[in-house]
């Protein structure tokens, strides 16, 4: 009887160094700044660090110049980061297998084609990108405090982040890091727009605002690369914890006459001995690094982000003048957008097709390939990795392209480059030929895409 146990791609080590730290022999563990697991003996996390450190040397040895990013082994796949000068953040990851077992006898097949570098090197950037909005850099940490309080603020941050991470879960999304546009009609837009005016000018300590409709961005005066890190957090950490509590947030606070309430921010307005914790976000630009409170207020299913000057707390009072602002005005907007929302008819994509669709310009992001409320594939996982691949093929061409295959199960995957725009389509039609395939494709542009243009 033969038995089968497939094991899915897992992380297997994630740790961060410094190797000038340690340059002397018996201080080597000083090198290591952070290690996970938590619980590995010294030795192994000296020897493992010692070998990554050895690899990067080696490496440079052919090219300084382009440092080294991934090394492949039969079981596991290494990333590489040098996040900043003498830091690395090295993260390690299971190669999925498939175990069978026949007459006492086991023997792993490894899916090495199932991991692939650019996924996983969005991954790992993607977590000191994090880790930098909410903690700041290295070496502002160090340059203000000192190493130990980086690796308190490390440890902190990593042991909570790492256990969000769905690794076998992780494809093309994460090397896009996009984001989804609500699209409203000019007046909705509008009225948002001066409602977000009103209240930078009604409240000078806040700084930048975002506003969000379900996880969709409707507008934001951060910085893309910013919004993108902000959107990713709230998209992937915070709203989903909000479903759970979804229903008690639609009643608002207790005597509230609107549905208003803070997400981030004081538990409850009412109470004055109860503690006000914001998180504190670090907003990079080329002269400065502004430190700012992040305060999240939500009504109903509308959310707004405000950036507040992180000089000082705000007082209570100053939230509770906030809420009595925001909270009727928010919820009537929330209502109206709910009711657009709901006349507008919204295309899941069909079963022939699946599509993905990225904007470099704005970050734009469109995508059919997972379910929008169970987030789970509806793509074969195969096509979504060649889909992968024709994204990796194309970040190497300086010039516009298109690129057409066919697989095995008889669907055809198509990519196309144009203008700084991507777009991938997997369609299943079996007995279409290479034109009937380049049609469709245009159809669907001309169907999802009316006011994009690419180049034929």
């Known amino acids: ?34 290690f996970h697991p938590a619980n590995t003996h010294l030795d192994r996390q000296i020897r493992t660090v010692g070998l990554s450190e050895a690899v990067v040397q080696f490496a440079d040895e052919f090219g300084p110049s382009k440092r080294c990013e991934a090394v492949h082994t039969q079981k596991t796949r290494q990333l590489y980061l040098n996040a900043e000068p003498d830091f690395w953040i090295v993260m390690t990851v299971r190669v999925p ?48 405090h000192n190493i130990e309080e980086l690796k308190a603020r490390l440890s902190h941050f990593f042991l909570q982040y790492l256990g969000t991470l769905r690794l076998n879960q992780s494809d093309i999304l994460d090397i896009q890091n996009g984001i989804q546009f609500l699209p409203l009609d000019k007046n909705t837009y509008l009225r948002i727009q001066c409602f977000i005016n009103l209240i ?12 969000l409709y379900n996880d969709q961005l409707v507008w934001s005066g951060l910085e893309q690369d910013d919004m993108r890190t902000l959107y990713k957090y709230l998209t992937t950490n915070l709203f989903p914890t909000l479903l759970d509590t979804e229903e008690s947030a639609l009643k608002g606070p207790p005597g509230s ?41 939500r009504a109903l299913s509308a959310t707004v982000c405000l950036m507040v000057d992180g000089s000082s707390l705000p007082s209570r009072d100053w939230f509770r003048t906030v809420d009595a602002f ?39 992001q469109k995508t059919t390939v997972h379910n929008k409320k ?17 994204n990796a093929d194309f970040s190497k061409w300086e010039e516009d392209g298109e690129a057409l295959m066919r697989t095995l199960s008889d669907w055809w995957v198509v990519g196309k480059k144009s203008d700084q725009r991507e777009f991938y389509v997997a369609i299943n039609q079996k007995s279409a030929n290479l034109i009937e395939i380049n049609e469709e494709v245009k159809k669907m542009c001309a169907s999802h895409f009316t006011n994009i243009f690419f180049l034929d």
């Open 374 to 390: 169970t987030a789970a594939l509806t793509i074969n996982p195969e096509i979504l990795r060649l889909i992968g691949d024709i």
């Open 326 to 364: 925001l909270g009727p005005q928010l919820s009537r907007l929330a209502s109206d957008i709910a009711e657009q929302y709901a006349n507008r008819k919204v295309s899941g994509g069909s079963q022939d097709y699946k599509f993905v669709y990225f904007n470099h310009m704005n970050l734009a």
């Open 97 to 144: 297998s498939t175990l069978r077992s026949e007459d006492d006898q086991t023997k792993a097949e490894y899916h090495e084609e199932d991991v692939q570098d650019t996924v996983y090197q969005a991954v790992l950037k993607q977590a000191y990108t994090m880790f930098k909005f909410f903690m700041g850099t290295f070496v502002e940490i160090i340059n203000k």
């Open 257 to 297: 006459s609107h549905f208003g309430k803070y997400v981030k921010g004081p538990k409850t307005i009412q109470d004055n001995t109860s503690p006000i914790q914001l998180p504190s976000i670090f907003i990079h630009s080329e002269t400065k690094t502004d430190v700012l409170h992040l305060v999240v207020y």
């Open 200 to 211: 930078e000018a009604s409240f000078p300590q806040i700084k930048y605002t975002a506003f």
């Open 1 to 34: 009887m033969t038995t089968t146990h497939v094991t899915p791609v897992s992380l297997q080590h994630f740790f961060i160094y410094n190797p000038t730290y340690g340059p002397r022999e018996g201080e080597e563990h000083k090198k290591i700044l952070f």
